[in-house]
């Protein structure tokens, strides 16, 4: 059994909501985390194509690790093999440590959510904890992060994304049934925010304590300090967000 060490808890994870298929998508992350660094360690956890999962430990009775060394790994990642789904994909990058592209959990009858998966480090500690080089790494590690987000939600071509720590990724029905949340970083992409104006004028104002940031491709916002310029951090930000989970499910259910 091949021995796959990863990333130390609390994780914190970067995701998003495939405008690509799940298995395109997943090629797409591969392909950022190496270019921010990450070099691929040869093993990918592959599952038949053919078997639906809302979790990848639904997949515990058929998951095959294989070990793929060099760039063979970037071509199973990219799915041109017949071996299976890659569903997790094992990199390690040189200060931030080991990082996974994995598939995250989705309601059946959703696209699952596909992440990067990290050690939190000093972001996984309460901010009035923190010294000054405890902060001074939690600012390196969130802009590494929102870094790869930008890129991530560009490559994939994605409606929706987030970071966060040990955050469970709202899919669109999810999000319109409010039986998971947003998170206090969020990116909406500009052809959403453009097709349905109302969605956001509802994040601006949910969001106005933060700061939204324009990218090319969409808005970041953000309520947590590290990961904004204003270096503001809005308390109990999640609680008063169902307006705009709501508009952004709304919004996702009608996206092409």
């Known amino acids: 059994m091949t021995k796959r060490l990863g990333p130390e808890s609390p994780h914190l994870t ?17 392909s950022v985390v190496e270019d921010a660094g990450c070099r691929p360690q040869g093993l990918i956890d592959v599952a038949p194509w053919d078997r639906a999962f809302e979790m990848r430990s639904d997949l515990a009775d ?5 070990e793929v060394p060099g760039d063979p790994s970037r071509q199973v990642a990219a799915a041109r093999t017949s071996e299976g789904r890659p569903v997790r994909a094992w990199f390690v ?8 592209v994995e598939y995250l959990p989705a309601p059946l009858g ?14 996984g500690i309460p901010e009035e904890h923190w010294d000054k080089g405890e902060s001074g790494a939690a600012s390196r590690l969130a802009r590494w992060t929102k870094d790869l987000l930008r ?48 969605l956001e004028r509802t994040l601006n104002e949910d969001y106005g304590q933060g700061e939204a940031l324009d990218w090319p491709h969409g808005t970041f916002f953000s309520t947590w300090a590290p990961y904004n310029a204003r270096r503001v951090t809005v308390s109990g930000i ?5 307006r705009s989970e709501l508009a ?8 092409p």
């Open 14 to 30: 970067v995701a998003v909501y495939p405008g690509q298929p799940e298995d395109v998508c997943f090629a797409s992350l591969c």
């Open 238 to 242: 999640q609680n008063r967000l169902r």
């Open 93 to 100: 990058h040189q200060i931030n440590g080991v990082v996974v």
């Open 248 to 255: 952004l499910g709304n919004a996702m259910l009608a996206h």
């Open 151 to 198: 890129n991530i939600t560009s490559k994939c071509e994605a409606p929706y994304g987030a970071i966060g720590v040990e955050i469970r990724f709202a899919t669109p029905s999810q999000l319109r049934e409010g039986s998971l949340h947003m998170t206090s970083e969020v990116f909406v992409s500009r052809q959403l925010l453009t097709s349905h104006p109302s």
């Open 62 to 66: 058929v998951l095959d690790t294989l």
């Open 110 to 123: 959703d696209r699952h959510p596909i992440g990067v998966s990290l050690a939190a480090r000093s972001l």
